[in-house]
């Protein structure tokens, strides 16, 4: 019989460590909060949003869009581009070993922004599992 708690802190199952790591889904990259991912996905998904409102800015322009509905258009897009950018940097956080509520040192002004660029896109994740899982990538 099982002496487990539901108070006891779950166990991760590393168990797998010397097989290959699942790589994630598309969404799962860009939807979910566990797990984690290298730098070139955190910088391809950056560039991404940073396209798609370059390219919401020029379509609005080209169509000569009233303010109202290019807020409305703003609104739309913020919303989940916010939950993207906080589910990439948290599996970010999580390849460098750190809990995802180091997000939060973004909202340090100057300091901040900074070192989330430096830890974040700069540099390397650790090497092999660490508690947060297996590194589905070697990049």
């Known amino acids: 019989m099982s002496t487990t708690t539901i ?3 779950p ?3 590393l168990a797998n460590e010397g097989g290959p790591a699942i790589p994630l889904s598309k969404a799962e990259i860009l939807f979910s909060f566990q797990g984690r991912i290298g730098r070139f996905e955190y910088w ?3 560039l991404g949003i940073f396209a798609t409102f370059m390219a919401a800015i020029f ?3 080209a169509l000569d869009v009233s303010d109202a509905a290019l807020g409305l258009l703003f609104i739309a897009l913020y919303v989940p581009v916010i939950w ?3 589910a990439v940097q948290a599996k970010r956080w999580h390849d460098r070993d750190k809990s995802a509520w180091w997000i939060l040192i973004s909202l340090i002004a ?3 922004p900074i070192w989330v660029f430096i830890e974040n896109g700069c540099l390397s994740g650790t090497d092999g599992p660490n508690r947060f899982g297996l590194r589905t990538n070697s990049r």
């Open 11 to 13: 166990k991760s199952d």
């Open 7 to 9: 108070y006891e802190t």
């Open 59 to 61: 379509i609005a322009s």
């Open 110 to 112: 100057i300091v901040g």
């Open 44 to 46: 391809m998904v950056s």
């Open 84 to 86: 993207v950018s906080l």
